[in-house]
């Protein structure tokens, strides 16, 4: 089951390098501000972010900012937890963990 995980994940990081190639092909601006929301998911995420923000680097599109969130079990540190999206222009959530705060989740869509 690993294993198949582990084939998921480069064939989706593959597929995303090449739409972020032809994306780039002769754009001359500056690159997309991105936060990547990480810090829980249902794999090895601490693997796997810097993997995903490689590839979302080379592209040349994102300048990525990673944001984790509080370690499982901290509740009191979840309630606080707000994220300030509006400094991006871009979302890449890689993230699985529990809802975090209404005021956290305010100023995105």
Known sequence: MIRRKAILFVFVAVVLLNVCSCLMAG???APL????????????WCVST???MRILEQSGLFELYP???PPEGSDSEMKRFRPDFSRY???????AGA???????????
């Open 27 to 29: 754009s001359s601006e």
């Open 33 to 44: 501000q991105a936060m990547i929301l990480t810090g829980r998911c249902n794999h090895n």
């Open 50 to 52: 810097p993997v995903l």
């Open 67 to 69: 944001v984790m969130a």
């Open 89 to 95: 222009d871009v979302l890449v959530l890689h993230y």
């Open 99 to 109: 809802v975090y705060s209404v005021a956290g989740r305010q100023g995105h869509s």
